[in-house]
C-alpha cells in the first residue's frame, strides 16, 4: 500500500512525535531539530509553553491512534483538528507543488500540528484507522502505520517483532523441558 509522499511524511512526521519523549524538554528540542526541515519559521527555539504544547499534541495523536472505534476515531481526530486550526496552501517552494498547512512564519508548534493533524487525517479517512496500530510487543507502545495489504501488523520494528518470537520460543522450550 502507497500512500502519496507528502502525507506519508506528515504522517510519518506524527508517529514519530507520539513516539517521542516530550515530556522531556531535551527530547522535544531534538524532535524539532531533526526535522527542522518541515519549519518554514527560522527561529526554532521552543519556549515552555511550546513543549507543552507538543506534549499534547503528542498525545491527541496517540489517542487517535488508540480509538477502539471509528466513531471514536472521529471524534479523536476532530478534537486534534480542531486545536491545530489547519489552512491548507499550495505552495512550490522546494520545486515540487504541495500543500502546506499553516502559513508561512507560524509559529513552530502551529505548523507541527497542523501538519501531523492533516497527516493523520488524510490515512485515517483514506484508509481507516486500522492503518494505525500500538506495537504489540509487551514492552513497546510504539505508534506505527501499517502497509502492508492485509492490515496485519503487529509490532512498530522487526525488531520487536524478532524479540518477541525469540522470547515466546523461549517459553516453549522451557515449558518442555522436564
Known amino acids: 500500500m502507497e500512500y502519496d509522499t507528502y502525507s506519508a511524511e506528515a ?31 527560522r527561529d526554532l527555539r521552543l519556549s515552555d ?11 491527541k495523536i496517540r489517542s487517535v ?11 479523536r481526530l476532530n478534537t486534534l483538528l480542531d486545536c491545530c486550526s489547519p489552512v491548507p496552501r499550495a505552495t512550490n517552494h522546494d520545486g515540487e507543488l504541495h500543500l502546506h498547512y499553516s502559513p508561512d512564519g507560524a509559529p513552530i508548534v502551529d ?10 487525517a488524510h490515512v485515517v479517512c483514506k484508509y481507516g484507522r486500522e ?24 509490532y512498530c520494528s522487526e525488531t520487536c517483532a524478532s524479540r518477541t518470537t525469540v522470547s515466546a520460543y523461549r517459553a516453549r522450550q522451557r515449558a518442555q523441558t522436564p
Open 11 to 41: 504522517l510519518q512526521l506524527a508517529v514519530d512525535l507520539a513516539n517521542t519523549d516530550v515530556a522531556s524538554r531535551a527530547s522535544a528540542e531534538e524532535y524539532i531539530r531533526v526535522n527542522a526541515e518541515w519549519f518554514t519559521c
Open 49 to 59: 509553553a511550546d513543549v507543552a504544547d507538543i506534549g499534547d499534541l503528542a498525545r
Open 65 to 75: 491512534v488508540e480509538s477502539g472505534s471509528d466513531d471514536e476515531a472521529v471524534t
Open 111 to 120: 505548523h507541527l500540528g497542523a501538519t501531523v493533524a492533516m497527516g493523520m
Open 131 to 154: 492503518r494505525l496500530g500500538i506495537c504489540a510487543a509487551g514492552d513497546c507502545a510504539d505508534v506505527f502505520v501499517d502497509t502492508s495489504r492485509n492490515k496485519s501488523r503487529r
